[in-house]
């Protein structure tokens, strides 16, 4: 008896307990609702279903989140800027690679040029970012406001607010897959991110700083870590991230549009942070949580696509989740539950003594 | 002398704010003169076009002395244009209960989410987040379609023109042209100046600041801060329907895409303000301000012709960008000096 109760309350007591239950609860719906969702048919080489749309789609997610998850454990904020930075470095990627033209048919520079500016140009940004915050200790939301706001704004400036179309295959296998491979290429894309910021963090004493800092900045300073050049280095690495995600997004539609490029994905990226079970306060994180809250938000979108219902609409249903997700994990709510146990339980006994 | 050097840092920045906002008007009256924006319409076409803004910005302006934020403001606002619409055009609701259950709806939205804020200590942010995305798709799940209102008597509140007796200009058929606002002017105005006075003069405005100078010190001195908090975000709730309301009489129809980024506006506004987001600092005549500046940059804008509307996004992010690195120069001095 004991035991098992005992095995129950390591199982839930599990960090990442909650985020796979939400992951396999969504996963089980819609087996449910939509009985083909494993199913995988192979068209021209290539994986298709469901579930491989899942994890492709949920790619550029996973790696805003895996930035997100370090700038929100070492600064106890957000970085909104995200998606509009993602934006600016798809841009400037069209833009080095179309030499300005709308729609090209060739690349005006080497490939590499483009994706290397697209990068640069994100890490530009996240340390304008980290500046800001770790610097001129400027909350953190506030900070990322600016180039919320200009991010979209510059794109357009260099796009002049048209779209520019790069009609070359060599520019779509980023966004889709390369001849002979199964798998989608944004796939391997987030894995490497993932895998390389894994290692990263437990190789070096870098995620241990990262959560003292975090944890208590001035505490973390005292004990001799830079807390200012930690955090700079979050944000930097964060917009690093989004000049990835800004490739992969541009990839896939070989254009860039300024206005709708990663929309609303800083939001995305920020629930998966949160469902994964990170508190926004910042410390301690868990990588691989955020990883899942980010393929739990992209099932559930594809499986309301799967529904047929409005994208639109998607947003009611997501909002639904999140809240009961977010209560199901605060502290209050634990609080208030362990003391009805508590409660019943004193009935009980009172109950037997009677 | 002493309360003076006191009073310098936050009123400083407001005071900047201010400045900031008559020189570039200035500016523009020599810069645009021939074109007409010197004239009293210019100026007050300021707050006919942000009327709804600046009911939104002092309601973002409490939230965050409390230290939280709100980011479904814009949302809500959109769901209140299209609830207006949709029950007016589709249900033939008369104008004055749809207004009223509106209002009703966005009390019960402020409720939701204070309590999720307040009584399940969720972070603000994560709760507005969800609340934005709600509100968002109830608007799409209501109609996908525009919907232009054409109920008279909510028309006729909305082109009620209240004329000003004096400042008017003759025009070229030699008939006087007096300047003229709407009423939803006037009401946002009217809003401003009760919650400025609620703020400073009654208790709950004084809680407010308490709660958001220091949470633990205001829990300390005995004040019920979940309650307050919740009350907080009931009122900006009960406020954002009303800006939405506001918003509707200028725009007259609802839509999905309506007021986005509205919320972004609104803080900024606040921030440009001299509203601190740490909380406990704010003052809601700044932000009426921020909303000027950021019209008069519209204005500019629409004036020179040839601007391309990203160029208002570029430069409210580099106003943004010299007042929080202002504000932070300053809490730095401040710092220094103790």
Not at chain 2, 35 to 41: A, E, I, M, N
Not at chain 2, 109 to 117: A, S
Not at chain 2, 150 to 158: G, H, M, P, R
Not at chain 2, 299 to 328: D, E, V, Y
């Amino acid at each position: 008896m004991s035991s098992s109760k005992s095995l129950i309350k390591k199982v839930t007591g599990f960090r990442l307990f909650l985020p796979l239950a939400c992951l396999f609860l969504v996963l089980i719906i819609n087996v449910i609702k939509t009985p083909t969702f494993f199913n995988i048919t192979i068209q021209n080489g290539v994986l298709y279903g469901y579930i491989i749309d899942v994890i492709n789609r949920g790619s550029e997610l996973v790696i805003f989140a895996v930035g997100m998850t370090l700038v929100v454990a070492a600064s106890g904020g957000t970085d909104i800027s995200v998606g509009a930075v993602s934006a600016l470095a798809g841009a400037v990627c069209c833009f080095v690679l179309s030499g300005g033209e709308q729609s090209t048919d060739f690349y005006h520079a080497p490939y590499i040029l483009g994706v290397v500016a697209a990068i640069l140009i994100g890490a530009i940004c996240g340390a304008w970012n980290g500046f800001l915050v770790a610097k001129l200790k400027i909350q953190p939301m506030v900070a990322t406001l600016i180039l919320f706001t200009a991010g979209r704004g510059i794109a357009q400036l260099l796009t002049d607010g048209q779209m520019i179309y790069l009609r070359v295959d060599h520019f779509k296998m980023l966004g889709a897959s390369i001849p002979g491979v199964p798998l989608p290429t944004p796939v391997f894309v987030a894995i490497i991110v993932v895998i390389l910021t894994y290692f990263l963090l437990k190789k070096t004493a870098l995620g241990l700083y990262i959560e003292t800092v975090g944890c208590n900045s001035k505490a973390a300073r005292l004990v001799g870590l830079n807390s200012t050049a930690i955090k700079f280095l979050t944000y930097t690495f964060c917009g690093f991230c989004s000049g990835i995600a800004g490739l992969i997004i541009t990839s896939r539609v070989y254009s860039i549009d300024a206005n709708n490029a990663g929309l609303n994905l800083e939001l995305d990226a920020i629930l998966a942070v949160a469902l994964g079970g990170n508190s926004l306060g910042g410390g301690k994180f868990s990588l691989l949580g955020s990883v899942i809250g980010a393929y739990t938000i992209q099932a559930l979108t594809t499986t309301l696509y799967a529904m047929s219902i409005s994208a639109d609409q998607i947003p009611v249903y997501k909002a639904i989740v999140v809240v009961i997700i977010v209560t199901l994990q605060s502290p209050e709510f634990t609080k208030m539950r362990t003391a009805l146990a508590a409660k019943i339980a004193s009935g009980k006994t009172a109950k037997e003594a009677a | 002398m002493k309360k003076l050097k006191k009073m310098e840092g936050n009123q400083f920045l407001l005071a900047i704010t201010i400045i900031l906002f008559f020189v570039m008007y200035i500016i523009g009256m020599i810069v645009f003169g021939e074109k007409g924006f010197s004239k009293t319409q210019v100026f007050l076409n300021l707050f006919i076009s942000n009327a709804g803004l600046i009911v939104i910005a002092t309601s973002m302006t409490i939230v965050l002395i409390t230290g939280g934020i709100d980011i479904s403001v814009g949302s809500v606002v959109a769901m209140t244009c299209m609830i207006l619409a949709y029950m007016m055009e589709n249900k033939g609701v008369g104008a004055v209960p749809a207004v009223l259950f509106v209002l009703f709806i966005g009390l019960v939205f402020g409720l939701v989410q204070g309590f999720l804020v307040a009584y399940m200590k969720i972070q603000p942010f994560i709760v507005t987040l969800a609340g934005m995305f709600f509100a968002r798709g109830m608007t799409a799940i209501i109609s996908t379609d525009m919907i232009s209102i054409k109920n008279e008597t909510f028309l006729s509140w909305a082109q009620a023109k209240m004329y000003f007796p004096i400042g008017g200009y003759v025009n070229k058929k030699g008939i006087i042209v007096n300047p003229y606002i709407y009423p939803s002017v006037l009401i946002a105005l009217i809003v401003l100046v009760i919650i400025f006075i609620m703020l400073k003069y009654t208790k709950f405005g004084r809680s407010i600041y308490a709660i958001g100078g220091n949470e633990q010190s205001a829990l300390l001195m005995g004040l019920n801060v979940r309650r307050t908090k919740l009350k907080v975000y009931i009122l900006n709730g009960f406020l954002a329907a009303f800006g939405g309301f506001l918003f509707c009489l200028n725009t007259c129809s609802g839509f999905v895409e309506q007021a986005k980024g509205f919320e972004m506006e609104a803080i900024a506004s606040a921030v440009i303000g001299g509203t601190l987001l740490t909380g406990g600092v704010g003052n809601v005549f700044g932000s009426l301000f921020g909303v000027l500046i950021k019209g008069t940059i519209e204005t500019f804008i629409n004036f020179q012709g040839t601007l391309s509307s990203w160029w208002t996004k570029i430069t409210i992010a580099a106003l943004l960008a010299f007042f929080i690195i202002l504000q932070s120069v300053f809490a730095k001095a401040k710092e220094k000096k103790k």
